[in-house]
């Protein structure tokens, strides 16, 4: 029979770690709704942009009359030999599957994509850590996306492959506080390679976040841009009932709500889109060119602040399981302590008895 | 014919400003241009400059860098990379960035992309004058 105060000791153990994992838990739920807000917030931006772009299309003849080839570079699709996979993760763990998730699906991805070259660009620590183990290094990383490669070297020598999947980049501590000046200086860098030929096509893999219980795992298509205004989906995949059925109560618990982060107002999707003739200061085709990347820098934003909005949601779904789990063991340890106490008193009342008897 | 319109800032990471103004002045890409209420419709891409608003008779500057509006009769939205109002500039930031860009445009080097050294004192500049409330 285990002994009473070991079993009190353990009992006491448990409830100090329920107490770090309940505290873990508030504090993602905090963090959650912030991350929400920012998601939010950068709603209305994303939402004008394509709505002038996409009134743009219709006038900017960004297709080429007689042969049907689109004008601007980043509208051209090209055989797909280098593919460039941008993997977003977190950077702290204690969140559940959530990067194991990224990282699985991922690596699906480059399994259908078998045979090509393809450069990853990790961000986020997690990510990173896991990819650095799988794949060499590129000859010459470009470890921060914003540096511009200026010199003739550079260039020459990014051209030679480790292998055939590769690591070009890594971004590591930019999920703290994600800015848009980030997104858009990564953004530009994928723009140059994709316009010097060095890649062509762009993925995202990252974790899609609407609202608590809506979420999906998906890779996305970023370049060549096939029709704006659309997400390409590539892969894609949803939660599970039990999921969200979790994370829901994981929620509810924290007081973090369930409202959709994708509730665009409605002045806002009105942007652009009036059915007036409007003046253009500049021409159409000029406006286009300069907008377009700017599409490409949102993509990249959206996708890095939903993932952060998606790694709190999981850390705090994962933290309340791991305060349900430790809330059990209390109960069953509570159970198993007071059987030990009362077969003791129990074996001491026999003792007594039978000493009694043998006078 | 209403005498204020209503204006709308946002950038990607908030909305900046919503509010009825009688006048609004823009970088446009190609001028400033000053917009009263009536105006007809019109797309610009904006550079880098001051955003100067009138409301309720008082004027207030922001700081924006690259961007574009829509203007309708009664409704002007601009959509900017940053737009600062001069309370939220960080003008030591500022100042640095301007010597640096400064530096780099005078010490000779050849390897220094103009545009961007350019760009960047522009927008410093912009940024102390909206700060300084020039």
Redesign the interface.
């Known amino acids: 029979m285990a002994n009473i105060l070991d079993i009190r000791r353990r009992i006491r153990s448990v409830i100090n770690t329920r107490q770090i994992t309940k505290a873990m838990k508030m504090v993602s739920a905090a963090k959650l709704r912030r991350a929400q807000e920012?998601a939010l917030?950068?709603r209305?931006?994303?939402q004008?942009?394509t709505n002038?772009l996409k009134s743009l299309v219709a006038r900017a003849e960004i297709y080429d009359p007689e042969t049907g080839e689109p004008k601007h570079p980043l509208l051209a699709q090209r055989e797909e030999k280098t593919i460039l996979l941008i993997i977003v993760t977190g950077d702290k763990g204690l969140a559940g599957a959530f990067n194991a998730n990224i990282l699985k699906a991922g690596a699906r991805f480059l399994e259908s994509k078998a045979g090509k070259n393809i450069d990853i660009e990790a961000i986020g620590r997690k990510g990173r850590d896991f990819l650095r183990r799988r794949y060499p290094a590129a000859p010459i990383q470009t470890r921060s996306l914003a540096e511009?490669e200026?010199l003739e070297e550079v260039e020459q020598a990014a051209r030679e492959r480790a292998a055939a999947l590769q690591l070009t980049g890594e971004h590591v501590g930019i999920l703290g506080k994600v800015?848009?000046a980030q997104a858009?200086a990564m953004a530009e860098s994928v723009i140059r390679r994709y316009c010097r030929e060095e890649i062509d096509s762009v993925y995202v893999v990252f974790n899609e976040f609407k609202s608590v219980i809506a979420q999906r795992l998906i890779v996305e298509q970023i370049l060549p841009i096939e029709q704006i205004g659309e997400q390409a989906v590539r892969l894609a995949e949803e939660m599970t009932e039990e999921e969200k059925k979790k994370a829901k109560e994981a929620a509810v618990s924290a007081g973090a709500g369930l409202r959709a982060t994708d509730g665009a107002e409605g002045?806002?999707s009105q942007?652009?889109t009036?059915q007036?003739?409007?003046?253009?200061?500049?021409p159409p085709a000029?406006?286009f060119r300069?907008?377009l990347p700017?599409y490409v820098s949102?993509q990249i934003?959206r996708a890095l602040l939903e993932s952060v909005a998606a790694e709190h949601a999981a850390r705090m779904t994962a933290m309340d399981s791991a305060t349900n789990n430790a809330t059990d063991m209390i109960d069953s340890l509570t159970l198993v302590m007071n059987r030990a106490r009362q077969a003791k008193i129990t074996k001491e009342i026999i003792e007594i008895v039978s000493g009694a008897a043998a006078m | 014919m209403a005498d204020t319109f209503q204006l709308e800032i946002v950038t990607p990471e908030k909305k900046v400003v919503e509010t009825a103004a009688e006048e609004v002045q823009i970088p446009g890409k190609n001028g400033y241009l000053g917009i009263l209420p009536g105006h007809a419709p019109l797309i610009t891409e904006l550079s880098v400059g001051e955003i100067t608003f009138r409301e309720n008779s008082t004027e207030q500057k922001l700081a924006v860098a690259w961007g574009f509006a829509e203007i309708l009769p009664n409704k002007v939205t601009i959509l900017a990379e940053t737009a600062e109002r001069p309370s939220e500039i960080d003008v030591d930031r500022a100042r640095k960035a301007k010597e640096r860009a400064e530096q780099r445009l005078t010490n000779g080097d050849t390897s220094v992309d103009v545009n961007r050294a350019l760009d960047a004192l522009h927008r410093a500049q912009v940024r102390l004058d909206v700060a300084s409330g020039k």
């Open positions: 920012r917030s950068a209305p931006y994303a004008m942009l002038v511009a200026e800015e848009f858009s002045s806002v942007f652009g009036s007036v003739d409007y003046i253009y200061e500049q000029e406006l300069a907008l700017k949102i934003f």
